[in-house]
């Protein structure tokens, strides 16, 4: 299926000294086999592991002062901003979003495209958040106008873009539904998907 993935990076100061002296290591590992693939006609881009992002995250928290809605705020603008640099003639969209985290940044994504004027719905896989964050971005998200519906797998799927907000890096293990059926239809649908950290049901550590 055609689409990009959005992940969220972290200044190097919020990393503790030990992942800065790895990172450096991998940094100089990566140069020399960066210089390699350009001969191939490559992009290379680093990675981190999903337990390396964790680490980053609460450092984040513990340093910078930020909350969680600011953050959630600056991935869902941070997702609109490339979606609108990167698909410049989408004017419909429909945003999948779980009942976590990921969600959430979805539902900020979705209140800033209906308020830039695009046509934008947003299918849930419940109708209630599981964390406090998520719930405040859904609030404002139907404040704003954007419509919510739950998902039914007799949903017709009308879209230039589909937006995959159903579960970000941290989801582990087989996809159960109502999530392997909001994937299915997603794939089945043939349309672009931008997913935001992780296309659902990819493990972050393996890729699989």
Known sequence: MPG????????????PQDLMFCERRVKSLFVSVNMASRL???TLMLLYQNLTIRQCENRCYEQSGLSPSVLMQRAGQAAFDFMRSRYS???QIVVFCG????GGDGFVFARLAHQMGY???????????????AQEAFDDCQASGVKIEVFSDKYVIEADL???ALLGSGAQG???SPYAACVAAMNDSLIPILSLDMPTGVDADTGF
């Open 4 to 15: 990009d993935v959005i992940l969220t990076s972290l200044k190097p100061s919020f990393f």
């Open 99 to 102: 009942k976590g985290n990921n």
């Open 162 to 164: 589909l937006v995959d």
């Open 89 to 91: 003639a989408v004017s």
């Open 119 to 133: 046509d934008v719905r947003v299918l849930v896989v419940e109708p209630v958040c599981a964390t406090e964050t």
């Open 40 to 42: 191939l006609g490559l």
């Open 174 to 176: 087989q996809l159960r």
